[in-house]
């Protein structure tokens, strides 16, 4: 079977040609008739024809069963191919989508629906949309990014300012929440797409046509120099999108952190950026291995790493003042969740450590003995070299603190001012 259109582009079981109206006719038939040989039997009343003057094909019997797509909508494999009309359209229907799955996920608990809103509704439903066709330029994108901010307030019980959103919308490495603006996105996604695929590009298309520089590309790529004022991506980079995303969530991250007026702020940027501080926000919400959070402890870890307002002002039983952020908990001495924190810490390294079959008892019942002395019983089974225990010490050493740094508690213990009065062999 040879088609004889100047485009023919073929995805499993869909077809798309395009050339003068002779010589589609031709091919359709061929196709039609070719059934026999290849399996698949063409269903007129799904076929799309897109033209500008639709009475040409009045009197042909081939088209009349297909469906008359106008020009401006007129899509490719679920991509808007022209902006107009059809973009417009995709994107409403997504912000559609969104706005019945946030109503959905808040009767959901505040982990659960921050996890499924950051990985499978939020951008992963619009990527597809950002990367095949050229709305960078398109304010619907706006609206979609304020349905996706008053979600994420509602799920998560914090008021969001525009300096928040900003930050939450950026990526968890950046200090953000991993819930990405589609604005912010959307002219990197289409540049890494549109490079990446342009070989692909000119291989389909005829010469008369791959021949022509792409004003889409040339438009998004002036947007996205505007918004960054950066050089591009050099060209063995262009089709990497965090080439493109990376220059746009560093400009975004430096604006942030230039608008930050106070010291407490700046720290807690800059805290947000250390290495795994935002480990929390990757971690699927599984209750079975402690890994679930409530709903407030949700929203504390939000308007801490945000700078949202936590609580009213008041005074703390410990009475010191305490602001609207509630930051005196972190350090207060008579706050309950600390001590809540420490157990549960403990309790996810016994977990651990018992998955791994290795006997373990958790927390000694005293901690100290009257004698100063360290408690037996922390570790059944020690490692070469190893604790395994409950208590604080062996929590500092899988934390990284060696034994007999803190003075001789393991029988291993080598250092010169450990007594063997006060080694434990266990
Ligand atoms: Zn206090």
């Not at 008892?361 to 395994?388: A, C, H, Q, W, Y």
């Amino acid at each position: 079977m040879t088609l004889r259109s100047s485009v023919k582009i073929g995805f499993v079981d869909d077809v798309t040609l395009s050339g003068d109206l002779q010589t589609v006719e031709q091919d359709i038939i061929t196709i039609a008739s070719s059934h026999t040989v290849t399996g698949l039997r063409l269903n007129t009343a799904k076929c799309d024809i897109t033209m500008d003057d639709f009475t040409n094909i009045d009197t042909i019997d081939t088209f009349k069963d297909f469906i008359r797509v106008p020009k401006d909508d007129m899509t490719l494999l679920g991509a808007p191919v022209v902006s107009g009309n059809a973009q417009d359209t995709a994107i409403m229907s997504k912000i559609d989508d969104l706005s019945r799955a946030i109503d959905r996920l808040k009767l959901l608990h505040a982990h659960d629906a921050l996890f499924i809103l950051k990985n499978s509704i939020a951008i992963p439903k619009l990527l597809h949309l950002l990367r095949t066709s050229e709305c960078g330029n398109n304010q619907l994108l706006r609206k979609s990014d304020d349905t996706l901010r008053s979600g994420l307030s509602t799920i998560l019980n914090v008021y969001l300012s525009e300096d928040q959103w900003l930050q939450a919308s950026l990526p968890v490495r950046d200090r953000g929440l991993g819930i990405r603006s589609a604005q912010m996105l959307a002219p990197s996604a289409f540049l890494a797409s549109a490079a990446s695929t342009l070989q692909l590009q000119q291989f389909i298309l005829p010469y008369t046509i791959s021949s022509l520089e792409d004003a889409s590309v040339e438009s998004i790529e002036a947007l996205w120099v505007n918004v960054t004022d950066l050089p591009e991506p050099d060209a063995e980079e262009r089709h990497i999108h965090k080439a493109w995303d990376g220059q746009v969530t560093k400009h975004n991250r430096e604006l942030i952190l230039s608008r930050a007026s106070t010291d407490i702020d700046k720290a807690r940027l800059r805290a947000a950026s250390s290495p795994h501080f935002g480990d929390w926000l990757h971690a699927p919400p599984i209750s079975t291995v402690g890994l679930r959070l409530s709903d407030e402890a949700i929203r504390e870890a939000v308007a801490h790493r945000l700078g949202c307002r936590a609580c009213e002002p008041h005074t703390c039983v410990c009475g010191k003042a305490v602001d609207a952020r509630g930051l005196n908990g972190l350090s207060c001495r008579k706050s309950a969740p600390r001590q809540q924190r420490y157990s549960h810490m403990n309790d996810i390294i016994f977990r651990a450590i018992k998955r791994e079959q290795v006997p373990a008892i958790n927390k000694p019942v005293s901690f100290m003995r009257g004698d100063n002395k360290r408690p037996d019983g922390t570790t059944l089974l020690p490692g070469p070299g190893e604790i395994f225990g409950m208590g604080r010490d062996s929590t500092r050493h899988l934390f990284g603190v060696t034994p007999g740094q803190h003075c001789g508690h393991t029988w291993r213990c080598s250092q010169p001012s450990c007594t063997t009065e006060n080694r434990q062999v266990l």
